[in-house]
């Protein structure tokens, strides 16, 4: 397939690794749809990707990955305008910092899951058909190092209050719905390859590790941890580290076969745990490759696949 007959959708575009990655692809000749929820940043950022990229086909498109209704209208546009779509990534996330209380989506979904793991589990249920045309469909999702969390194992999902049910007794943490969502979309890739194995989908997850912070979401943080976060920016590599690691698993011979997995930022197939004690638990815990039991646990799978698929059907 030629680059430029090649169609690749991101979401969260507008910004940071999303942001580089449209770039990326746009300066390789393929055809670029920037799905952004906020169209001023969007547009500015589209702007400059045409611009530096020479690139003509390269659009911008209106999405809420929260919104089940935006999605909707989202995927219904798209497909009218193209043909199949090859290439899928899940790059929008959503975390709020130093947010205190519960945010719910549109249909009433805790907002972290709803833009993490629910909206990229309906977007990719309503673009299957689309992704089927392709000679060769891949889909990415966006992990991240909060995962490691779960090594610990005490620390598992509130499955009893992803739409608010306790909001009113329990402690509101941003940091914790994050991971837990991140974690929650790891075990959706598990599942979303395996339903799609048959029609020649490939879905694997990046665990994202660290990268420059932009200053909006910088000042949005407490001044400790702005100052933390401020020195940790002076060795953190430039998002377009990681958005050449989104090229290369989309598009190269490398992982054409591959799905069902979770890759580092090394391109290094990750496994899970073989032990989460004593030395091997700060093994797991510092080093890169290894993901948590947790995500393998078929009883947290299906649940998590089940609340997924009724939310869809409401």
Known sequence: ?????????????????????????????????????????????????????NNPNVELMELDVASFDSIRTFCSNVKASYPRLDILIHNAAYINHGEKE?????????????????????MTQLLADHLEQSQDPRILNACTTNIKNFFDPKRTIDFDNLRGEFRETRRYSAYKMYGDSKMALLILTFKMAEQLQSRGIKV???QINRVKLSKATMNKLSPVWR???????????????????????????????????????????VQPSASEQ??????????????PKYAIDSKNANRIWELGMELMRS
């Open 1 to 53: 397939m030629k680059m430029k007959d090649t169609i690749v959708l991101i979401t969260g575009a507008n910004s940071g690794i999303g942001k580089a990655a449209a770039l990326r692809f746009a300066a390789e000749g393929y055809q670029v749809i920037m799905a952004c929820r906020n169209m001023e940043l969007g547009l500015a950022s589209h702007r400059e990707i045409t611009e530096a990229s």
């Open 227 to 269: 100052v933390l976060a401020w020195a940790q920016n002076l060795t953190n590599p430039l998002p377009a580290g990681m958005a050449d690691n989104y090229f290369h698993i989309c598009t190269s011979d490398e992982f054409s076969g591959v799905t069902g997995q979770l890759i580092n930022h090394k391109r290094e197939i």
């Open 278 to 291: 004593g030395l091997a638990q700060l093994k797991n815990i510092f080093g890169s490759g290894s993901y």
């Open 102 to 122: 519960y945010k719910l989506s549109p249909e009433h979904i805790e907002l972290s899951f709803a833009t993490n793991a629910f909206g990229p589990l309906y």
């Open 204 to 206: 694997n997850a990046l």
